[in-house]
């Protein structure tokens, strides 16, 4: 079994930069893949950024040059650094990483921009 553990939530002003950590522990075999999805109030759960083999990333459109997804290979963590937020990056982030083709999730943290 993988656990996930989050930090780095939180209310944060817009334009005031954040970071989120994920760190995976357990049963680990070879992450295939790491990232954070987001889901606001009355929305589908969204792909934020996700980090593959050979440091590979991808972006939703609306973060791109704001947010940097970064990886730890020895710790098995996972960071989110959110510059710029804005209120609209308001919502639940949850971290993931395929594990030998498994996915396993985190159990969320809030992130509150205001404005």
């Known amino acids: 079994q993988v656990q996930l553990v989050e930090s780095g939530g939180g209310l944060v002003q817009a334009g005031e930069s954040l970071r989120l950590s994920c760190a995976a522990s357990g049963s680990i075999g070879n992450i295939n893949a790491m990232g954070w999805y987001r889901q606001a109030p009355g929305k589908q759960r969204d792909l934020v950024a996700a980090?593959?083999?050979?440091?590979?990333?991808n972006y939703a459109d609306s973060v791109k040059g704001r947010f940097t997804i970064s990886r730890d290979y020895a710790k098995n963590t996972v960071y989110l650094h959110m510059n710029s937020p804005k209120p609209e990056d308001t919502a639940v982030y949850y971290c993931?990483?395929?594990?030998?083709?498994?996915?396993?999730w985190g159990q969320g943290t809030q992130v509150t921009v205001s404005s």
């Open positions: 980090i593959t083999v050979g440091d590979n990333t």
């Open positions: 993931y990483i395929n594990d030998m083709g498994h996915d396993y």
